[in-house]
C-alpha cells in the first residue's frame, strides 16, 4: 500500500499562482515517476507533468513555461508549481506514482484529487 497526500488546490483569479504538493508513503522500494495529471468536467484526464527518476521533465504543451514540476527525492514529494494560471486550467488535479514496492512489484497509484478553480 501507498499513501498520497495532496494539498494546495484552490480557487485564484486568472494570472494567479498556486502550488500543489504530493507526498508518498508507504510501501516504497523506489519510485520510478511522479507527477500530476487533471480531470475536468466533461473531459479525459490528461498528463500535466511527470518527472522520472534521473530523467527530464515532460510537461503538457498546455501548460509549458507555466508549469514547474520538481521532486525531493528524500522526501518521494513532488511540488506543481502553477503560474499565470487560466480559466481552463480549471480541473481536479491528481497526483500519480509509478513505483517499485518493497516486493518488487511495480504498480500505478493515484491520489484523492484536489480541485483547481481559475475564475475571477
Known amino acids: 500500500q501507498v499513501q498520497l497526500v495532496e494539498s494546495g488546490g484552490g480557487l485564484v483569479q486568472p494570472g494567479g499562482s498556486l502550488r500543489l504538493s504530493c507526498a508518498a508513503s508507504?510501501?516504497?522500494?523506489?519510485?520510478?515517476?511522479m507527477g500530476w495529471y487533471r480531470q475536468a468536467p466533461g473531459k479525459e484526464r490528461e498528463l500535466v507533468a511527470t518527472?522520472?527518476?534521473?530523467?527530464?521533465?515532460n510537461y503538457a504543451d498546455s501548460v509549458q513555461g507555466r508549469f514547474t514540476l520538481s521532486r525531493d527525492n528524500a522526501k518521494n514529494t513532488v511540488y506543481l508549481q502553477m503560474n499565470s494560471l487560466k480559466p481552463e486550467d480549471t480541473a481536479v488535479y491528481y497526483c500519480?506514482?509509478?513505483?517499485?514496492?518493497?516486493?518488487?512489484?511495480?504498480?500505478?497509484?493515484w491520489g484523492q484529487g484536489t480541485q483547481v478553480t481559475v475564475s475571477s
Open positions: 518527472i522520472p527518476s534521473g530523467g527530464s521533465t
Open positions: 508507504g510501501s516504497i522500494f523506489r519510485i520510478n515517476a
Open positions: 500519480n506514482t509509478d513505483r517499485i514496492n518493497i516486493a518488487m512489484k511495480r504498480f500505478i497509484s
